[in-house]
Structure formats: C-alpha cells, structure tokens
C-alpha cells in the first residue's frame, strides 16, 4: 500500500475511535455495519455517494461494503498478522 493510503486509513480509524467506534475499523465500514444492522442507513449511502468511483464492477459492491469486506479479512494489517 501506498504511505498517503495507509495515512488516510489511519486517520479514518482515528476519526471513527473518537466518535465512539472500534479504535482498528474505518469509518465507512462502521456504517456498512449500522446499515446492514438497520442501526442508521444514511452515512452508508452519504459515504457511498461520496465515493462513488469505488465500486467492484464484478459484484457490485460499492465502497462502504468493500471497506467492511476488508476490515473482516484483515486486509490493512501487515501481512503477518492477517489469517
């Protein structure tokens, strides 16, 4: 990953722990989740609009979701640590 990406990531996470979240998730797979949950759907649809270029072509998944995906396969933690 790129340094700039791994800070924005960094900086999400921090956001999202100081709103009240886990201290190692990113804001937007937050409100994947509250969504998901019925908890609250507009800050999925705020984050999804937002980045709307994010998106897998091949599933349709769109940011928020990508983002949770990744957040449950460990996918931002170095190497040694994911399964």
């Not at 924005?8 to 886990?22: E, K, R, S, Y």
């Not at 609250?40 to 769109?62: E, M």
């Amino acid at each position: 990953m790129a340094w700039a990406h791994n800070v924005l990531i960094a900086v999400d996470q921090l956001c999202n722990a100081v709103a009240g979240g886990w201290p190692d998730e990113t804001i937007s797979s937050r409100a994947f989740r509250w969504s998901r949950d019925g908890v609250r759907r507009w800050p999925r649809r705020f984050i999804d609009a937002l980045f709307f270029f994010d998106r897998d072509p091949s599933t349709g998944r769109r940011h928020c979701e990508l983002s949770y995906i990744s957040e449950k396969d460990r996918l931002q933690l170095a190497p040694e640590f994911r399964r």
